[in-house]
T-cell receptor, first 114, second 112 residues
Framework: SAVISQKPSRDICQRGTSLTIQCQVD?????MFWYRQQPGQSLTLIAT?????????ESGFVIDKFPISRPNLTFSTLTVSNMSPEDSSIYLC???????????FGPGTRLTVL | TQLLEQSPQFLSIQEGENLTVYCNSS?????LQWYRQEPGEGPVLLVT???GGEVKKLKRLTFQFGDARKDSSLHITAAQPGDTGLYLC????????????WGAGTKLIIKP
């Protein structure tokens, strides 16, 4: 398994501002993903974070709104840009560990946009 | 579009009762995973099933993968308040490149 930490754990932001969420893993992983989740509901994949190259975004998500970085095998950031109240959600980082075929999740970042 | 239908979406029962959660699809999965999530935390993997007909047990939880690998169930025996949480199934298809197809989730409440 892998131990994943996210910062911040929660934040309340003003409309029009941006927030960067950090995801740190305690071991090298092959793949890192960013999800969005409304409380009590299922997960929606935003993008796959690729090391050293542009992230791969799912339908409905674009780089200008959700820029992602992954400078190495253990760290990634997701920025939620020009936020609106509709961006209020839980943002989760997950990883696929080396020699594993299952995903492990961080604790999530609960974002509220006023 | 690949779908994974999970039911029920909400279940509230008394402590000691049994329950079953279902995930069904028309797609074949190379593996299917069950997660449990508590408020303020990320989903935690409970089990992965990969073989058609496979049954795995985790204490009072029994997981089954359909023979055709299109469906799965989670059965909880003698539910306890500590079982309360959001249960999610997620399937990986042979060509998905490790991306998962997620069920809608089952919010389970066990009343003492």
């Amino acid at each position: 398994s892998a131990v994943i930490s996210q910062k911040p754990s929660r934040d309340i932001c003003q409309r029009g501002t941006s927030l960067t969420i950090q995801c740190q893993v305690d071991s090298q992983v092959t793949m890192m993903f960013w999800y969005r989740q409304q409380p009590g509901q299922s997960l929606t994949l935003i993008a796959t974070a690729n090391q050293g190259s542009e992230a791969t975004y799912e339908s409905g998500f674009v780089i200008d709104k959700f820029p992602i970085s992954r400078p190495n095998l253990t760290f990634s950031t997701l920025t939620v840009s020009n936020m609106s109240p509709e961006d209020s959600s839980i943002y989760l980082c997950s990883v696929l560990a080396l020699r594993a075929d299952t995903q492990y999740f961080g604790p999530g970042t609960r974002l509220t946009v006023l | 579009t690949q779908l994974l239908e999970q039911s029920p979406q909400f279940l509230s029962i008394q402590e000691g009762e049994n329950l079953t959660v279902y995930c069904n699809s028309s797609s074949v999965f190379s593996s299917l995973q069950w997660y449990r999530q508590e408020p303020g935390e990320g989903p935690v993997l409970l089990v992965t099933v990969v073989t058609g007909g496979e049954v795995k047990k985790l204490k009072r939880l029994t997981f089954q993968f359909g023979d055709a690998r299109k469906d799965s169930s989670l059965h909880i025996t003698a539910a306890q308040p500590g079982d309360t949480g959001l249960y999610l199934c997620a399937g990986e298809t042979p060509k998905s490149n490790y991306q998962l197809i997620w069920g809608a989730g089952t919010k389970l409440i066990i009343k003492p």
